[in-house]
């Protein structure tokens, strides 16, 4: 590397070898460093922080890069840095425009970041849209390689800096995941984009938020994390509207009602924003963040589940496994945030909001609202749930489920499904249960037998 421009960070003037500056190139990963003597400063004043420098004869030292001479920018500094940048960038295009979309792959995505490595972040982002759709398409298969995402690449690399990372989100040439925006931002600890970003990834609940939150103090945390459950709140409010308002329109209209004749309204799992509510607050209660408004928040989190629980296909197996998940992980919640008025002997319900979490004994079981023929014994219990499952023009659908829980186990577990269309005939489930073991039942219009044993220990 011959020579860069730089800006001044910092200056020390009781240096063991003499004063020194440290500098910042977007280029390059750390600081550089130079001496502030007249054999390697070629100015007469000392730079102040926030000049930019221009310097040469830059080596990789063991503490980091340094620079054997250095002086100020100039304005003609400028232009041939600009005309140099200006070559690269034809050059980058040029090379784009001669590719088919069927011959890129990643050793052609590497070339693109070579080649465009000297760029600036402004130029990079400046030409983005056109490098991007520079290829021709020709239909073929793709070889795996992709210039958009070559480029990302290249983008992400650039941005050091908050004010980077402004002009990365505001540009109108190419678009970035939030979840890369969220990595960047804790990378270069800007807690401006790490809020953004989290009210953005609507299915927040796979990120870990530990380590963004370290960057924060006691109070940050208490009213960023508040404030993002409260917006991520509004959001599922917002998509409840949405959906109320289609269900007016499509009620006042004949044509559309018919139509549409089971159109109801409803959440679905990520309008709900009801799994990164459930983190945040639980991040909350576990890390001792006082939790503002908690017993209206958990309310509203309880009518969303209700409707959360209305969405089509609902009671469909993959539907039903994530508002299962959803609901007891409620039910966690809620046992460290409202005030519990238990004997702790048997079993016994609480509900919170339209929502009945089961308590045996003490310990929690989870959320049973339509549970049915409930059998307990001693530390473990049996119940079961029917419901609509699907239906057509002539005929419904319906499924029984037989779940079981004891001690020690973190949440209910479904053992048996059935299901019969009604014009099969009518699907009758019944079992009994001794503490280890579940005798299960079933027929349809009293013949197909079906007979389980399922033993709690297995």
Known sequence: MDAINAIVQKLIMDGEH???????????NGSVTFSLEPTVWKEKDHPEP???????????????????????????????????????????????????????????????????????????LSISKTVINA??????????????????KLIFGKVKTEEDLEKMTSSKEVSFPWEGIFHKAIEIKSKIF????????????????SVPMQLMNGDERRDILNSIVLSLEKEADSALQKHRDYYEKVKNDPVMSYNNPYIGIYLEVGDSCLESRLKIIKLMLDSGIEFQNSKERLIKIANHIGFLERR??????????????????????????????????????????????????????GEMGGAQYI??????????????????????????????????????????ERHAWTREGILSVSFEFDGQTVKITSTINGKDNENREINLSA
């Not at 003499?18 to 977007?26: D, I, L, M, R, S």
């Not at 784009?96 to 600036?120: F, N, V, W, Y």
């Not at 290829?135 to 210039?147: A, F, K, L, M, Q």
């Open 375 to 416: 059998q307990v014994k001693g530390d473990a219990l049996a119940w079961m749930t029917s419901f609509e499952f699907d239906r057509d023009a002539n005929s419904v659908q319906y499924k029984s489920c037989v779940f079981a829980w004891k001690k020690g186990w973190k949440e209910p577990k479904e053992i048996y």
């Open 194 to 209: 790490i809020v953004k970003a989290i009210l953005k990834i609507s299915n927040f609940e796979k990120f870990d938020l």
């Open 50 to 124: 926030g000049s930019v420098v221009y310097l040469t004869k830059i080596m990789k030292k063991r503490a980091g890069w340094r620079a054997k001479e250095g002086r100020y920018w100039t304005p003609s500094d400028e232009q041939i840095e600009q005309s140099e940048m200006s070559k690269i960038a034809e050059g980058v295009i040029s090379f784009a425009k001669s590719l088919h979309t069927c011959a890129i792959s990643t050793g052609t995505e590497k070339i693109i970041e070579r080649m465009a490595e000297p760029l600036d972040l402004n130029t990079i």
């Open 18 to 28: 003499g004063p020194y500056a440290v500098a910042t190139n977007e280029s390059l």
């Open 312 to 365: 089509p296909n609902s009671n469909y197996a993959s539907a039903r496994y994530s508002t299962d998940k959803i609901k007891q992980s409620f039910a966690e919640v809620s046992l460290k945030v409202l005030p519990l008025e238990i004997t702790s002997k048997g079993l016994e319900f609480v509900n919170a909001g339209n929502q009945r979490i089961a308590y045996l004994n003490g310990n929690l079981v």
């Open 135 to 152: 290829p021709t398409h020709c239909g073929c298969y793709n070889s795996g390689g992709s210039i958009e995402r070559a480029w990302r």
